[in-house]
């Protein structure tokens, strides 16, 4: 049974940073893009940013580019999202997801068939 777990999430004021932490058990995730997505009160879901098997290649939403960044460690078969200066805005519920037939990431949520439960991330002013 695949699971995608995070963690790391919280309560920060504005200009904080977090660490997200997004640990896969069940099988490996190596040579399969990974993304994060997140989800705000009475919003739809939205990427975030996004990563290639290797690591090399991402992809970021243009509203948290220059302030947050994705990485993985194939070993640990763990992906990590880092969140510098934080605002209001970014507050919202952060699911990691895995797509298990390409090697780059998407931005599109269909292509992510494993998702995680979430975590909250609150950004206060």
């Known amino acids: 049974q695949v699971q995608l777990v995070e963690s790391g999430g919280g309560l920060v004021q504005a200009g904080g940073s977090l660490r997200l932490s997004c640990e896969v058990s069940g099988r490996t995730f190596s040579s399969n893009g990974m993304a994060w997505f997140r989800q705000a009160p009475g919003k739809e879901r939205e990427f975030v940013v996004g990563i290639s098997s290797s690591g090399v290649a991402k992809r970021y939403a243009s509203s948290v580019k220059g302030r947050f960044d994705i990485s993985r460690d194939n070993a640990k078969n763990t992906v990590y999202l880092q969140m510098n200066n934080l605002k209001p805005e970014d507050t919202a519920v952060y699911y990691c997801?895995?797509?298990?037939?390409?090697?780059?990431?998407?931005?599109?949520?269909?292509?992510?068939?494993?998702w995680g439960q979430g975590t909250q991330v609150t950004v206060s002013s």
């Open positions: 997801a895995a797509d298990p037939k390409r090697l780059h990431s998407s931005s599109d949520p269909q292509y992510y068939d494993y």
